[in-house]
């Protein structure tokens, strides 16, 4: 059996639910838009508005979800350690499968609706390279400070 943790936008506490192995499915209605699309997740006592949910993350065992809808919209399984809402950035939501041991190497797919069309995109796969963290080629140094410039006028200081 799956265990998973849903965190709902705006919400500060979250809840742990069993999955009893059945797929998570993200449910499209006949207006084919993400704002009213509905996250239906085994024991949860009600269907979840997608644009309420902030992630869903995956506490133990294997987890997929499905899309489903109308035609055109019926995609998946697709497995995941992590759902995220509006990530990447211009997306509604993604499907992320989280390498266990880097939280900086994943995969997964991005969801998005235009139109009353459903774009899925492969997310990329981040690479721990050399060249992806260089040093840069030059140190950057902050500007010189010049000294302030001195009056040799009079002072109101006494000279003795």
């Known amino acids: 059996m799956a265990t998973i943790q849903v965190i709902l936008a ?9 999955t009893f192995d059945y797929p998570l499915v ?6 084919k838009n993400y704002d009213e699309a509905e996250w239906v997740i085994p024991s949860y006592p009600r269907h979840i508005p997608a644009h309420r949910l902030s992630e869903i993350r995956v506490q133990e065992g294997n987890v997929t979800v499905l899309v489903d809808g109308p035609e055109g919209f019926r995609h998946g399984p697709f497995p995941f350690t992590w759902v995220r809402s509006y990530y990447p950035r211009g997306h509604h939501c ?4 989280v390498d ?5 190497k994943m995969a997964g797919i991005a969801l998005t609706t235009h139109d009353g069309t459903l774009i899925l995109e492969t997310l990329p796969i981040a690479k721990d390279t050399p060249d992806a963290v260089a040093e840069p080629q030059a140190p950057i ?4 400070v010049e000294p302030p410039a ?6 109101s200081e006494m000279q003795e």
Do not use: E
């Open 141 to 144: 140094a902050p500007a010189p």
């Open 100 to 104: 266990p041991g880097s939280y900086t």
């Open 150 to 155: 001195t009056d040799d006028g009079p002072s």
């Open 10 to 18: 705006g919400q500060l506490r979250t809840t742990i639910h069993d």
């Open 26 to 31: 993200l449910q499209f209605n006949d207006k």
């Open 94 to 97: 993604a499907f992320v499968q």
